[in-house]
């Protein structure tokens, strides 16, 4: 038998790109700014009228904040841009090439050009849609593909405007996935090597059928110019907004209402859990979907609405996928057992209306106790002295912390005088003593790590482990 043959690459994608030049746009916007005459600001001269001088010189001091006479300026900027809908007019670009626009003209590959009119944006996926008015003018569409299809390898295309260079084809393949570049709270983005420059912001990176897979967004480049590394908003995060500006203008993400932090080995060890997967619970907000008694301070979230929850970060952004109101199953973990609840979801942008300072707050009774040392810390009882002393709100109880041994475990995780001990290993604890008894039950059941719920000053919660032995 003979050994299968690796797929070559494409002969070529002239037919391919042919199909494609027409939908893919360059987006020109203007915006005005005021003059600059103060102290730092560089006139620009007086040139004769005519003079070969004059556009170096008008872009040379436009850079250093000049004017002539210190009137407002036109500052202009090009980026690209798709029809997803010929006959509506709609036209997908990024947030960031029209933000802040007076005015946004859209250039099509045969000359054309329409005024846009700003539909919607969302900052959070940099991502925005434009109208135009196609009345008498024949527009050429694309489709959005799955970008879930997608395999590290996978041929792609780019086209866009670098450099104001409009109608340009480069040609490459997905590098990676899942890329997280802490651009915003819901990076999961496709890496590709096909170029990318200054210009090609909003423009599309295509599969080989044609669909549109990705939007092109960001480079990383020490010159400035291509290195083979760009990154594209994947069309299955992309499409859902899009749809969402579309009919609303806006967004409308769904919202749980919770706090987070990642599960590392040692808080998946002290929950007793056999791997480091899911996203662990650090609080609930108040007011919010998950303030029912739903879920709970420590739990870990390992399945949401059918969907595997491998890490911290993939929750948010399953979450801001779903719709608002939607009832939705959760798979937590909570004290080693794994169970089912339901949450009815809230809207995220309702959420980021409300006043801070919601966070839950976590009550337990305060019991008699006397001071004692545990894990390279000073605990005592959280009494009115201790609040006056540290600042410690009414709402925290527990036991406070206070002092930390310079050198200790608990110095290395942050650990801080005036912090409170609300919980360990999911009980509450009420004094020294509920301490102490604790950590010396967790050591006589073989635990070799102690997993401390802390509150701050304020009752801002998080979790912490810290080793026994």
């Not at 959070?124 to 959005?144: C, M, N, Q, R, W």
């Amino acid at each position: 038998m003979s050994e299968r043959q690796p797929d070559a690459g494409p002969a070529s994608v002239a037919d391919l790109a042919e199909g494609l030049l027409g939908a893919v746009v360059n987006i020109s916007t203007s915006q005005t700014v005021k003059g600059t005459d103060g102290p730092g600001a560089v006139p620009a001269p007086e040139l004769p009228e005519g003079s070969p001088f004059q556009d170096f010189f008008d872009e040379f001091f436009k850079d250093r904040g000049g004017s002539r006479g210190g009137g407002a300026q036109k500052v202009q900027s090009l980026g690209s841009g798709f029809v997803i809908d010929a006959d509506q007019g709609f036209v997908v670009t990024n947030n960031h090439v029209i933000a802040d626009a007076d005015d946004i003209e859209v250039n099509f590959s045969d000359g054309l050009t329409l005024k846009a009119k700003l539909v919607g944006t969302d900052a959070k996926t940099d991502i925005a849609l434009l109208k135009v008015d196609p009345s008498g003018h024949k527009l050429t569409e694309v489709k959005f593909g799955d970008s879930d299809k997608m395999r590290i390898g996978d041929w792609v295309m780019a086209i866009g405007n670098p450099f104001g260079l409009g109608g340009t084809v480069t040609l490459g393949i997905v590098s990676a996935r899942n890329r997280d570049i802490n651009a915003g709270p819901y990076d999961d983005f496709i890496q590709t090597d096909a170029a990318i420059n200054r210009g090609n912001s909003g423009g599309p990176l295509f599969n080989m059928h044609g669909e549109v897979i990705g939007i092109n967004t960001a480079i990383i480049s020490p010159t400035g110019g291509s290195i083979g590394i760009g990154f594209s908003i994947p069309t299955q995060l992309a499409a859902g907004i899009v749809d969402q500006l579309r009919e609303f203008g806006e967004t409308r993400r769904g919202w749980l209402g919770v706090r987070l932090q990642p599960v590392t080995e040692d808080i998946a060890e002290s929950l007793g859990m056999t791997n480091a997967t899911g996203a662990l619970i650090a609080g609930i907000m108040k007011g919010g979907p998950a303030d029912d008694g739903s879920i709970l301070p420590g739990d870990v979230i390992t399945q949401f609405d059918g969907r595997h929850i491998a890490a911290m970060r993939d929750l948010p952004r399953i979450v801001a996928d779903s719709p608002v109101g939607k009832q939705v199953e959760v798979v937590v973990v909570r004290k080693g057992e794994e169970m089912t609840v339901k949450v009815t979801l809230g809207r995220l942008e309702d959420a980021e209306n409300m006043p801070e300072g919601e966070d839950d707050e976590v009550t337990q009774n305060e019991d008699e106790g006397a001071s004692a040392s545990v894990l390279g810390m000073s605990i005592g009882e959280l009494d009115e002295a201790a609040r006056r002393r540290f600042g410690i709100a009414v709402g925290v109880n527990g036991v406070v912390i206070t002092d930390v041994e310079p050198d200790s475990l608990a110095a290395e995780k942050g650990i801080q005088a005036g912090e409170v001990i609300t919980e360990i290993a999911q009980e509450s604890v009420a004094n020294p003593k509920d301490v102490v008894d604790r950590i010396a039950a967790l050591k006589a059941q073989g635990r070799k790590n102690a997993l401390l719920m802390l509150a701050t000053k304020n009752g801002e919660l998080r979790f912490v482990t810290l080793r026994m032995e």
